[in-house]
């Protein structure tokens, strides 16, 4: 008690002397660490962690045929572990390791050399900073999410070995480089002016394009078009999609570093883009099939969230409903028709919710940044010039992450194969690659 007395004063007379200093003493002891923003960060970072494990995995699981609940939970959860593993190995380095390419972040940080409790990293204000590792982490759940997004376009009949080996290879060769050329000083493009608040580019049009290349190279399920694949429970879809919504907060007003103005415009952002998505693809649904499903709602609850992600720090709330609003009613064309047209089984509509909605957010950034919509930008913002940077910007990681996946996935198909056993796919995946079941009758 008497240490703890002593301490307490000590830091009380610490505290006096810091606030007697000359200013000029202040100014020279550099960029501050906010207990707040680093409070909010910690916040943050198991909010996104959440968004992944319990709710991508049971928004997933509910889609599902019962048969392969399981299966999708398990992809979800070992998705995570290894990614984790490989972010703090290589990951953090290739992505933000300090090097100076466009493409690379070097090997700098490998097994994160260097970073110590006292390390910090730059937020959006010069003035403050975070710790190092509450970035790294922040970051880590990124990088795990994003391979497990494309888990939907393959669901219920992929090898679990395939899922293992073609996301090890795939966070290396796209997430790694895309999030280091988007988000990292030196990036192609950032330095091309692009704006991806909180991952439009890295996160959901790479896991939409990599979901449409693999639904296509795996090929379709099996029964396709004869037997009944609907949703198992779509109770446990709403609470996954319920998670995910909430912790997105953390995904979007997080990707702020700090806890201030900036933070809350994304998270007021992420409420209305997300609301206007919601009833604009229930009323689509109320108007092309007379009735609004509860699939309908939850769709667009994440076409919405989608959209606003790279939009979420520049827009004004009014631009958020309307751009959710937008991106719902352009994905619901996509899962309704193209992909019925078109006869590739993305399983659970990964690239027509993640890749289309991705992609309109990203673009429609450009336009609703603009002051006269709402947005956060300038007087001397120019909207088309803009627009077509963030086009660019949309093309660019279309084609790496396309090419890149491609490779990737005959790769694995040559090491592990893709598919597998028709037999062991009709019994359902959950017994014949786990041995459980989620129901027993």
Known sequence: MLKNLKFAGATALAATLTSAAPAWAQEAAGPTMDKGDVAWMLVSTLLVLFMILPGL??????????????????????????????????????????????????FGKLFLAGVTPDSMAATFSDDYVIPEYVFIAFQMTFAAITPALIVGAFAERIKFSAVMLFTAMWVTVVYFPVAHMVWDANGLIFNMGALDFA?????????????????????????LGKDMMAPHSMTL??????????????????????????????????????AGAILAWSALESVTRGKASMLGAASGLVAGLVAVTPAAGSIGPIGAIVLGALA?????????????????????????????????????????????????????????????????????????CGVASVVLLYITKAVTGLRVEKDDERRGLDLTSHGEQAYHS
Not at 60 to 85: D, E, F, H, P, W
Not at 199 to 223: K, M, S, W
Not at 345 to 359: K, N
């Open 199 to 223: 991952g439009g580019t890295v996160v959901h049009i790479n896991a939409g394009i990599a979901a449409l290349v693999a639904a296509i190279v795996v090929g379709p399920r099996v029964g």
């Open 57 to 106: 995995a049971l928004f997933y699981g509910g889609l599902v045929r019962s048969k392969n609940m399981l299966s999708v939970l398990m992809q979800c959860t070992m998705i995570t572990a290894m990614v984790m593993v490989i972010w703090v190995v290589y990951g953090y380095s290739f992505a933000f390791g300090g090097g100076t390419g466009p493409f690379f972040g070097g």
């Open 328 to 400: 719902s009613g352009v994905c619901y064309f996509f899962v309704a028709i193209v992909k019925n047209k078109f006869g590739y089984d993305d399983s659970l509509d990964v690239f027509g919710i993640h890749g289309v909605g991705g992609i309109i957010g990203a673009v429609g950034t450009g336009i609703f940044t603009a002051p006269g919509l709402g947005g956060m930008g300038g007087e001397d913002y120019a909207m088309g010039a803009q627009t077509w940077i963030q086009i660019q910007a949309v093309l660019i990681t279309i084609v790496w």
């Open 237 to 274: 879809t709403l609470v996954g999609a319920g998670i995910l919504w909430v912790g997105w907060f953390g995904f979007n007003a997080g990707s702020n570093l700090e806890a201030n103005g900036s933070a809350a415009l994304a998270m007021i952002n992420t409420f209305t883009a997300t």
